[in-house]
Nanobody, 124 residues
Framework: QVQLVESGGGLVQAGGSLRLSCVAS????????MGWFRQAPGKEREFVAT????????YYTDSVKGRFTISRDNAKNTAYLQMNSLKPEDTAVYYC?????????????????WGQGTQVTVSS
């Protein structure tokens, strides 16, 4: 069973930056597509970014393109989400997810394992 643990969330002013980390254990991290999702109060969980197993391809939702960067370090079993130029509308619980099958996706059902989430709050 794969376990994912996120960290790095917090309170930041608009325009600031945060880097989220997701450490995986119990599986073959280098084989997984990794994704980040977020869920704001009263809203559906939404896709933020994904990165293929080798790191050769990344995809982002339009609202974070140019501001967020997803990356991974397979030697450390860790995925990252660098978030710059943060806006109040980025406030949400951010979840790390792993896909234990070939391919990638932008839907929650495309991922098999989830972390517990980390809160990101951006003040105006």
């Amino acid at each position: 069973q794969v376990q994912l643990v996120e960290s790095g969330g917090g309170l930041v002013q608009a325009g600031g930056s945060l880097r989220l980390s997701c450490v995986a254990s119990g599986g073959t991290f280098s084989a997984y597509t990794m994704g980040w999702f977020r869920q704001a109060p009263g809203k559906e969980r939404e896709f933020v970014a994904t990165i293929t197993w080798s790191g050769s391809r990344t995809y982002y939702t339009d609202s974070v393109k140019g501001r967020f960067t997803i990356s991974r370090d397979n030697a450390k079993n860790t995925a990252y989400l660098q978030m710059n130029s943060l806006k109040p509308e980025d406030t949400a619980v951010y979840y790390c997810a792993a896909r234990g099958r070939p391919g990638y996706g932008t839907g929650a059902s495309d991922y098999d394992f989830w972390g517990q989430g980390t809160q990101v709050t951006v003040s105006s």
